[in-house]
């Protein structure tokens, strides 16, 4: 399975009009992979507290738009990162979107994990309440958004959904890329699954973003990894690697908490 992370930054004084154009144009430059990945909210920038809701739009606004057509246009499954979504009825979302290779929406993920504590997005935003899952024909992959990878009750969900390949778009920041790294690993390992964690590049609000978007395997080998800067990190792994980890070390066999426990009989 061919897998491509598109690690951009979010640039002072780009429109986010003429960064969906550059966006759909790096989608289509990969037209050669399975799946293409995107960073959390790119069209404001993660830390840009303020743009949420001057450039919220509906679920199915231009972005959902541009980002449909880029992978009808490239034919890839695209999981294009996330938007501050204005729901009509409600209050804002930081909403993931994956498209089918026909240009289709396969999934919308509202992020349950918001961050900023008595702050930002934890205050602006509402929390998703559902797990996501999406069948690829090689895969299913489960997904996830920046806070989310500290719960690893959350990957645990997912895996018992049926996920294989954990999806993470994020906008994580520099000053605790370690964590990023460490945490992309044990999802990785405890889930055995693959794991692939695309990030933002550059400074965001005054917040340098850690970059370094990363793909794990289910032993927790890092099979690609980028640097800081604007690039794409282009990975191959082969998706039936995670079936064979599980028969091999059955460790999820042996879960005892969090699993549903019979009744004992007296």
């Given at each position: 399975?061919?897998?491509?992370?598109?690690?951009?930054?979010?640039?002072?004084?780009?429109?986010?009009?003429?960064?969906?154009?550059?966006?759909?144009?790096?989608?289509?430059?990969?037209?050669?992979?399975?799946?293409?990945?995107?960073?959390?909210?790119?069209?404001?920038?993660?830390?840009?507290?303020?743009?949420?809701?001057t450039e919220?739009?509906?679920?199915?606004?231009?972005?959902?738009?541009?980002?449909?057509?880029?992978?009808?246009?490239?034919?890839?499954?695209?999981?294009?990162?996330?938007?501050?979504?204005?729901?009509?009825?409600?209050?804002?979302?930081?909403?993931?979107?994956?498209?089918?290779?026909?240009?289709?929406?396969?999934?919308?993920?509202?992020?349950?994990?918001?961050?900023?504590?008595?702050?930002?997005?934890?205050?602006?935003?509402?929390a998703g309440?559902?797990?996501?899952?999406?069948?690829?024909?090689?895969?299913?992959?489960?997904?996830?958004?920046?806070?989310?990878?500290?719960?690893?009750?959350?990957?645990?969900?997912?895996?018992?959904?049926?996920?294989?390949?954990?999806?993470?778009?994020?906008?994580?920041?520099?000053?605790?890329?370690?964590?990023?790294?460490?945490?992309?690993?044990?999802?990785?390992?405890?889930?055995?699954?693959f794991v692939?964690?695309?990030?933002?590049?550059?400074?965001?609000?005054?917040?340098?973003?850690?970059?370094?978007?990363?793909?794990?395997?289910?032993?927790?080998?890092?099979?690609?990894?980028?640097?800081?800067?604007?690039?794409?990190?282009?990975?191959?792994?082969?998706?039936?690697?995670?079936?064979?980890?599980?028969?091999?070390?059955?460790?999820?066999?042996?879960?005892?908490?969090?699993?549903?426990?019979?009744?004992?009989?007296?």
């Amino acid at each position: 399975m061919r897998a491509s992370l598109i690690q951009i930054g979010v640039e002072e004084g780009e429109s986010v009009e003429a960064r969906r154009r550059r966006v759909a144009s790096l989608v289509r430059e990969e037209s050669g992979a399975d799946l293409v990945v995107l960073p959390e909210l790119w069209t404001t920038g993660a830390f840009a507290y303020e743009l949420f809701a001057t450039e919220a739009e509906p679920l199915d606004g231009p972005t959902y738009e541009a980002m449909a057509k880029a992978a009808s246009d490239a034919g890839v499954w695209l999981h294009a990162g996330s938007i501050p979504e204005r729901d009509p009825d409600g209050p804002l979302y930081n909403t993931s979107l994956v498209f089918s290779p026909a240009g289709e929406l396969a999934a919308a993920y509202r992020k349950i994990h918001r961050f900023g504590f008595d702050k930002g997005e934890a205050v602006l935003m509402g929390a998703g309440a559902e797990l996501v899952t999406v069948s690829l024909p090689e895969t299913t992959v489960g997904v996830a958004t920046c806070y989310d990878l500290r719960f690893p009750e959350l990957f645990r969900g997912l895996v018992d959904a049926g996920a294989e390949t954990l999806v993470v778009s994020a906008g994580w920041p520099e000053r605790r890329r370690a964590h990023w790294t460490l945490l992309a690993q044990a999802r990785a390992v405890e889930n055995q699954a693959f794991v692939l964690a695309c990030g933002t590049a550059g400074t965001h609000a005054g917040v340098p973003q850690a970059g370094h978007s990363i793909v794990v395997d289910p032993w927790g080998e890092v099979l690609g990894e980028a640097g800081g800067g604007e690039e794409v990190l282009r990975v191959e792994f082969e998706a039936g690697k995670v079936g064979e980890t599980r028969e091999q070390f059955p460790a999820l066999k042996d879960r005892v908490l969090g699993v549903a426990v019979p009744a004992r009989v007296r």
